[in-house]
């Protein structure tokens, strides 16, 4: 059983910078596809990056250019580094793994708040 667990949420001002971490605990990370979701009150859950066993990432529109996803394999660790953060990117952010076997696993959340 694969267990996500997220941290390094918190509040910050606009323009401020945050780092996650996803810690990913009952299976080897490094041919798992991980990525990051996001979801703000009354709003659906969106796709913010995602990052392949070879280090390949993609990243949404509304992020490219602020935010960096890497992962560590050897810690079985995913990050979110996180730049010029505005109030909209305020949100619940999720570490999702699927595994080679196509099942995904997701973390309960951290908070992400933005404001002045």
């Known amino acids: 059983q694969v267990q996500p667990v997220e941290s390094g949420g918190g509040w910050v001002q606009p323009g401020g910078s945050l780092r996650l971490s996803c810690a990913a605990s009952?299976?080897?990370?490094?041919?798992?596809?991980m990525g990051w979701y996001r979801q703000a009150p009354g709003n659906e859950r969106e796709l913010v990056a995602t990052?392949?066993?070879?280090?390949?990432?993609y990243y949404a529109d509304f992020v490219k250019g602020r935010f960096t996803i890497s992962r560590d394999n050897a810690a079985n660790t995913m990050f979110l580094q996180m730049n010029s953060l505005k109030p909209e990117d305020t949100a619940v952010y999720f570490c999702?793994?699927?595994?080679?076997?196509?099942?995904?696993?997701w973390g309960q959340g951290t908070q992400v708040t933005v404001s002045s």
């Open positions: 999702a793994i699927v595994t080679q076997q196509g099942r995904t696993y």
């Open positions: 009952g299976s080897s990370s490094s041919n798992n596809f």
């Open positions: 990052i392949n066993p070879i280090g390949i990432t």
